[in-house]
């Protein structure tokens, strides 16, 4: 279909076929919704990751079939869009940025290597994959048609800033570790990655491996925003450490984002996203070791729940909030979906969206993020424009940082 157009924006799904490597046996079918500038001159792309699974259609794939068949259309992957729930488009307007997400066939079951469930580093790898595709093919499943493409092509840079719910969180810290650390951590890890996409209607049609692509056509992490980031270890996974770790070399925004009442990513998590306790090893202690220059800063929104980003309710997240499930705040009201803590992440996309120059990564040192004006916004009780207070830290600060 044409992209839906309302007022300046075009709103478009994409879906295409991907091998992680060429010589991998396994093929992942790729959904990608797609919020894009009509001026098709986007400054650069918010990729997020969402964190629970959607469910798979499972006449899918006869559908998509027949629909290849008999016309251009193509059935949707999932019966329900992640955009649904983290609709924070109205925060990437006033830069002229992009917002896209990307959801896959994973089977849902936890003992499966290729379930969305946290600790799996493919998931990463598949939002890099889908950002490296839109900066060099726009908004088309054609890929092989390159004056479509041209068509549909709406990004002035390859700029990124990854992002992510919840296990969605710890799969954005993956995909902005970049390529060359994707490749190489994977080689290490078992999750080999020199990813193909293919064209799987009646003919396939495949591109080049990712690594021929140009640097220019590959995404390029500016920045990592986590909301309640949860890994798992687990032998088929292996977690995301090794790309924690590398994350903390890195010199981009790095912002997490946990609730004072989250037991899903204050507890569950393995290891825990945040602890106020020093001798805890935590997913921000990996990021951000004592005594590094590692750019990674921390802020605790006061009676911040699991759920309480979602733009819209979903009963297999609420699971993570209900009492029975979470002892934490058992006197305190828990933000609930569509609420002031969704109010509160949509402007906080947009301060940091806004500390960007036009077509340009952050520009500045570590002591400019950390003196920017998102962070200044954020380090507030309550944050100018929200409805929401932060938890302040031992050292009288709302944001902390090593």
Known sequence: MEPIIINDYCF????????????????????????????RQANGLVMFNHGFMIGPDLFYLPQRLLAGFFNKEQAPLFGNYPSYYYNYTSAIVEKNWAMAFATST???NEFTPTTDFGGNPRVGQEAFMAASYLTCFGATSTFYNASRSKQFQFMKSNNVI??????GGAHAQVAATGFDNLQEIGKNTGKRFDPVVYDRIVLPRVTEKLSTWGEDSRANP??????????????????????????????????????????????SSQPPAWSSDSAVTTEYSQMAPAGSEAWAVVANVENGSH??????????????????????????????PVGKESDFTAKLFKEFIGIYPANSGFTGTRKDWLDSSCLKWLNKQNPIGTSINLVKFSGGEYVYHV
């Open 12 to 39: 478009k799904r994409v879906y295409f076929w991907m091998q992680y490597t060429p010589e991998d046996l396994n093929f992942t079918e790729i959904a990608i919704d797609v919020y894009y500038p009509k001026d």
């Open 307 to 336: 759920c309480g980003y979602l733009t819209e309710p979903n009963a297999f997240c609420s699971t993570a909030d209900n009492d029975s499930n979470c002892t934490r705040c058992k006197d305190k009201k828990k933000y609930k």
């Open 162 to 167: 990854f992002a992510g719910h919840s296990v």
């Open 106 to 108: 994973h089977k849902q």
């Open 222 to 267: 500016v920045g990592l925003v986590q909301l309640s980031p949860v890994d798992m270890k687990n032998p088929l996974f292996g977690g995301m450490e090794p790309y924690r770790t590398e994350l903390a070399k890195i010199p981009v925004p790095n912002l997490m984002i946990v609730g004072e009442c989250d037991c899903a990513c204050l507890d």
